[in-house]
Nanobody
């Protein structure tokens, strides 16, 4: 069973920073690759950043966030993070964490990120 709780979103001015957190319940966190996704109004959900299983620690980013966002995981805390710097208005979206690929139809409540210009 998957249970993921996102937090850390908010309203920030362009150029600002936010750090998102995703608390994972159960043992999945240490087993699977994880990712952050986002969905802007009127758009499809997209993959933002991914990180491989803890033993590899490999990361990958969408071109639109490369160099600005950093994904990381703390296995001891069962928590996934997304450090977002140099935020732009086009980063405005609801951000979700999930497995990579996503776990069936499961999606948490997400956390809203709004970047004002």
């Amino acid at each position: 069973q998957v249970q993921l709780v996102e937090s850390g979103g908010g309203l920030v001015q362009a150029g600002g920073s936010l750090r998102l957190s995703c608390a994972a319940a159960g043992s999945i966190f240490s087993i699977y690759a994880m990712a952050w996704y986002r969905q802007a109004p009127g758009k499809q959900r997209e993959l933002v950043a991914a990180i491989s299983i803890p033993s590899d620690g490999l990361t990958n980013y969408a071109d639109s966030v490369k160099g600005r966002f950093t994904i990381s995981r703390d296995t001891a805390k069962n928590t996934l993070y997304l450090q977002m710097n140099s935020l732009k208005p086009e980063d405005t979206a609801v951000y979700y964490c999930n497995l990579l690929p996503p776990w069936g139809d499961y999606w948490g409540q997400g956390t809203q990120v709004t970047v004002s210009s």
